[in-house]
């Protein structure tokens, strides 16, 4: 097996880690900003309807429970910061997405056995010392996360028509 095959088939290997690994980045961000909507709008409702027992003189506990509930809400908003995290999945995975665009194409466009072995070596080494420079910079992916993007990987969601 000469350089040009050995190389493809590791930047085949990066680009599969890279795709589940992006894809898990994005179902993270998309989870996280759900959270984020409903625990502004439950904060919300919940501060408005307390504030509306009050003025209609309704029973206090109602009153107090009601702003409980808003301020938790706001506390988990302010300390967790789901908005804040669904943004660094968000650019993890459009980092990811870039850097397994590159690959793909550092791997079907160039002619890998007519180059200098060396330079393979080292584009390969470089693109895999960007992947982990994106992997260290990027928040934890949950196993959920993971097995989320991994499910729309295998109904196919990713592939391309050309790749047929």
Known sequence: MGIGETAKAEIERLEEDVLYTEKAHFSAAATLQKVHIRLGVFG??????????????????????????????????????PEERAT?????????????????????????????????????VSLSQEKATVDA?????????????????????FKHDADN
């Open 44 to 81: 919300t409702v919940a501060a408005a309807a307390s504030a509306a027992t009050i003025l209609a003189e309704s029973s206090p506990w109602v009153s107090g429970l009601l702003a409980l509930v808003a301020s938790i809400s706001t506390a988990i908003l302010t300390f967790v910061k």
């Open 137 to 157: 910079g990027a928040p934890a992916v949950s196993d959920r996360a993971f097995k989320s993007g991994r499910r729309a990987i295998d109904k196919g969601l």
């Open 88 to 124: 660094q999945h968000l650019q993890a995975g459009r980092a990811l997405g870039a850097l397994r665009v590159r690959m793909r194409q550092f791997r079907s466009l160039h002619n890998l056995d007519g180059m200098d072995p060396q330079e393979v070596r080292e584009s390969v």
